[in-house]
Protein backbone atom coordinates (compact mmCIF):
# COMPACT_ATOMS: atom_id res chain seq x y z
CA UNK A 1 0.00 0.00 0.00
CA UNK A 2 1.33 3.38 -0.86
CA UNK A 3 2.51 6.04 1.51
CA UNK A 4 1.66 9.59 0.65
CA UNK A 5 2.90 12.66 2.84
CA UNK A 6 0.23 15.47 3.93
CA UNK A 7 2.49 17.88 6.03
CA UNK A 8 0.21 20.40 7.21
CA UNK A 9 1.18 24.03 8.47
CA UNK A 10 2.25 27.20 6.63
CA UNK A 11 -0.67 29.11 5.47
CA UNK A 12 -2.60 26.32 4.02
CA UNK A 13 -3.79 22.64 5.17
CA UNK A 14 -2.54 19.78 3.14
CA UNK A 15 -5.00 16.90 2.19
CA UNK A 16 -4.79 13.09 0.92
CA UNK A 17 -6.44 10.16 -0.26
CA UNK A 18 -6.90 7.20 2.29
CA UNK A 19 -9.45 5.67 -0.14
CA UNK A 20 -11.05 6.05 -3.52
CA UNK A 21 -14.55 4.04 -3.86
CA UNK A 22 -12.92 1.14 -1.44
CA UNK A 23 -15.52 -1.81 -0.99
CA UNK A 24 -15.03 -4.71 1.04
CA UNK A 25 -13.38 -5.51 3.97
CA UNK A 26 -9.50 -4.42 4.97
CA UNK A 27 -7.08 -1.47 5.18
CA UNK A 28 -7.77 1.34 3.39
CA UNK A 29 -5.59 1.54 0.00
CA UNK A 30 -3.18 4.43 1.06
CA UNK A 31 -1.64 5.32 4.13
CA UNK A 32 -1.18 8.72 5.27
CA UNK A 33 2.42 10.18 6.21
CA UNK A 34 1.78 13.92 8.56
CA UNK A 35 5.89 13.80 8.83
CA UNK A 36 6.58 15.33 11.96
CA UNK A 37 3.65 17.63 12.32
CA UNK A 38 1.97 15.99 15.37
CA UNK A 39 1.38 19.31 17.24
CA UNK A 40 -1.46 19.35 14.47
CA UNK A 41 -5.18 18.74 14.37
CA UNK A 42 -6.36 16.58 11.21
CA UNK A 43 -9.73 16.37 9.87
CA UNK A 44 -10.85 12.63 8.21
CA UNK A 45 -14.17 12.88 5.87
CA UNK A 46 -15.54 9.75 4.79
CA UNK A 47 -18.05 9.64 2.20
CA UNK A 48 -20.32 6.23 1.73
CA UNK A 49 -22.17 5.30 -1.69
CA UNK A 50 -24.47 2.11 -0.22
CA UNK A 51 -26.25 -0.77 -1.61
CA UNK A 52 -29.40 -2.76 -0.02
CA UNK A 53 -28.60 -3.09 3.70
CA UNK A 54 -25.68 -1.25 3.99
CA UNK A 55 -23.86 -1.36 7.00
CA UNK A 56 -19.39 -0.68 7.61
CA UNK A 57 -17.67 -0.50 10.93
CA UNK A 58 -14.35 1.94 11.18
CA UNK A 59 -11.56 1.64 13.06
CA UNK A 60 -9.34 5.02 12.95
CA UNK A 61 -5.63 3.81 13.35
CA UNK A 62 -2.00 5.94 14.17
CA UNK A 63 1.38 4.99 14.09
CA UNK A 64 4.56 6.03 14.59
CA UNK A 65 6.72 4.02 12.34
CA UNK A 66 4.30 2.45 10.01
CA UNK A 67 4.22 -0.84 11.16
CA UNK A 68 2.61 -0.82 14.91
CA UNK A 69 -0.94 0.74 14.51
CA UNK A 70 -3.03 1.49 17.62
CA UNK A 71 -6.40 4.00 17.31
CA UNK A 72 -6.38 7.13 17.30
CA UNK A 73 -8.57 9.71 19.42
CA UNK A 74 -10.82 11.38 17.51
CA UNK A 75 -14.15 14.06 18.36
CA UNK A 76 -17.23 14.30 15.89
CA UNK A 77 -17.61 18.04 15.31
CA UNK A 78 -20.55 18.70 17.18
CA UNK A 79 -18.91 17.29 20.67
CA UNK A 80 -15.21 18.37 19.71
CA UNK A 81 -14.02 17.82 23.27
CA UNK A 82 -15.22 14.54 23.48
CA UNK A 83 -12.33 12.06 22.34
CA UNK A 84 -12.97 8.59 21.37
CA UNK A 85 -11.40 5.53 20.37
CA UNK A 86 -14.17 3.15 19.65
CA UNK A 87 -14.67 1.77 16.47
CA UNK A 88 -18.09 3.35 14.88
CA UNK A 89 -20.52 2.16 11.92
CA UNK A 90 -22.04 3.96 9.16
CA UNK A 91 -25.42 2.62 7.84
CA UNK A 92 -26.38 4.86 5.25
CA UNK A 93 -25.08 7.18 2.26
CA UNK A 94 -23.38 10.17 3.97
CA UNK A 95 -20.56 12.47 4.58
CA UNK A 96 -19.05 11.68 7.80
CA UNK A 97 -16.41 13.55 9.80
CA UNK A 98 -13.97 13.16 12.63
CA UNK A 99 -11.89 15.34 14.23
CA UNK A 100 -8.27 14.40 14.97
CA UNK A 101 -6.96 16.04 18.10
CA UNK A 102 -3.92 17.33 17.80
CA UNK A 103 -0.51 16.48 20.29
CA UNK A 104 -1.09 13.00 18.66
CA UNK A 105 2.24 10.58 18.63
CA UNK A 106 1.14 9.25 15.44
CA UNK A 107 3.01 10.28 11.96
CA UNK A 108 0.85 7.32 9.57
CA UNK A 109 -2.60 7.02 9.41
CA UNK A 110 -4.94 4.71 8.08
CA UNK A 111 -8.66 3.39 8.62
CA UNK A 112 -9.50 -0.09 8.42
CA UNK A 113 -12.75 -1.33 7.09
CA UNK A 114 -14.58 -4.20 8.58
CA UNK A 115 -17.93 -6.09 8.79
CA UNK A 116 -18.66 -4.23 5.43
CA UNK A 117 -22.03 -5.00 3.19
CA UNK A 118 -22.70 -2.82 0.41
CA UNK A 119 -20.82 0.21 1.47
CA UNK A 120 -18.23 2.01 -0.95
CA UNK A 121 -16.02 3.73 1.11
CA UNK A 122 -14.23 7.59 -0.22
CA UNK A 123 -12.11 8.82 2.56
CA UNK A 124 -9.68 11.75 3.27
CA UNK A 125 -7.41 13.68 5.32
CA UNK A 126 -6.27 17.09 5.83
CA UNK A 127 -3.41 18.12 8.15
CA UNK A 128 -3.95 21.64 9.16
Known sequence: MPTISAIG???WPNSARLSSTQAGNGVSTNV???????????LLTIVTTVGATPTC????????????WWPVSYADPATPDTGAVATFAITTATTTRKILR????????RVTYSSN??????????IF
Not at 57 to 68: Q, V
Not at 102 to 109: E, H, I, M, V, Y
Open 57 to 68: TYAIEGSADGTD
Open 9 to 11: GDR
Open 117 to 126: TNVTNTTDVT
Open 102 to 109: AAQPWRFL
Open 32 to 42: VDRGAAVERPA
